[in-house]
């Protein structure tokens, strides 16, 4: 068993979490990380406020374990979101692209404030602005990470920072879980590794599409979902890498948005435009491809739509070659870091 700064800061057995995605970190995913002994994360960006704590709330009642919430700040409903994961006193409190203004509060009953970055620089700010642990995500990993890679970013960060590290980009077993401790970092968030289980709602289809991937079979481009990101290489991500501006497929997607978060159309606007004038909001045409990329990752994780479905993956798919259960996945993951870094130990000796 792994004792780290990450272990100790939440209160938990392995150094491992899941990393929030939405849709696809539903309850059961999350819980069934927990009780194996690592750190599931529920993503919220796609809830309302009251979907948000009727998820927390389902959560509890599969686990007495920490847990956390990942929110983008420049989402819709996001301090709606916040507050609701904040009056329920929600162990960890993830976030990414934005500045975190309830860290006081967070921490006014214990909780712990966990910063996403893919920039280095954007590590010491976040550091100073009272965050406990950052998720340092390296150019390999499924969804957004920059243009640096996980070996020299983890380092980079760590030299820059005191607080323990989460390494997150083209991890999914012990050899990279011992990699990361040897960068610097304190422990690994693992996702796609996590969407290929038993326990995770993802569709059969796109497991096997993973399982059948080689680490050449991602995408990286900002067409996806309007942000630099990477999915898993299908004929639809290819056709939206050739394809121009998708006008048609915007308004329907973004429809299906609205009517899923359950919002007027007014409200919807003045979301859109709330979102465009944030320090760190995106241009209008961000927000559309937003709305075609989450129409097309539904249309995967839920129908099995190979056709015209995108899933976010990272390269590490090259390495998944099996769908077993959560437990089995962290087990192999703490026993082979061990035997990993006793060899390394006994190779010095």
Not at 296 to 323: C, P, T, W, Y
Request: charged share 20%; net charge neutral.
């Amino acid at each position: 068993m792994f004792k780290t700064r990450m272990t100790e800061l939440f209160g938990i057995k392995h150094p491992i979490m899941l990393a929030g995605m939405n849709w696809i970190t539903d309850p059961k995913l999350v819980s069934t990380v927990c009780n194996a002994g690592g750190l599931g994360i529920l993503a919220i960006a796609h809830c309302g406020p009251e979907d948000t704590l009727k998820l927390i709330r389902e959560i509890r009642k599969l686990t007495d374990k920490p847990f956390g919430v990942n929110q983008i700040l420049i989402g819709p409903n996001a301090k709606e979101n916040i507050q609701a994961a904040i009056d329920e006193k929600v162990p960890v409190i993830n976030y990414s692209l934005g500045k975190p203004w309830f860290v006081d509060q967070v921490h006014a009953y214990g909780g712990k404030v966990v910063g996403t970055i893919a920039i280095a620089r954007h590590a010491a700010k976040a550091q100073q602005l009272g965050c406990d642990a950052l998720v340092v995500t390296g150019h390999e990993a499924a969804a957004h990470g920059d243009v640096a890679t996980s070996l020299v970013l983890i380092p980079v960060v760590a030299g820059q920072v005191t607080v323990p590290l989460i390494a997150a980009g083209g991890f999914y077993n012990g050899r990279g879980l011992a990699a990361a401790l040897a960068l610097g970092a304190d422990g690994i968030s693992m996702g796609t590794r996590f969407t290929v289980t038993k326990e995770s709602m993802v569709h059969e289809n796109y497991k096997q599409l993973v399982i059948e991937a080689s680490e050449q079979d991602t995408l990286y481009s900002n067409v996806f979902d309007g942000m630099l990101g990477r999915v898993l290489k299908t004929k639809a991500a290819e056709k939206m890498m050739r394809s121009g501006f998708p006008m048609v497929e915007a308004f329907k997607g973004a429809k299906e948005v609205k009517d899923f978060m359950k919002l007027s159309y007014g409200k919807f606007i003045v979301m859109s435009f709330q979102m465009m004038g944030q320090e760190e909001g995106q241009p209008l045409w961000v927000l559309a491809r937003q709305a075609v990329g989450n129409r097309r990752h539904l249309m995967a994780i839920s129908q099995g739509d190979v056709s015209e479905g995108i899933l976010f993956a990272g390269q590490n798919v090259g390495g998944i070659k099996d769908v077993p259960s959560v437990e089995e996945v962290i087990d192999r993951t703490i026993a082979e870091a061990e035997a990993m870094l006793d060899k390394i130990q006994k190779e010095r000796v």
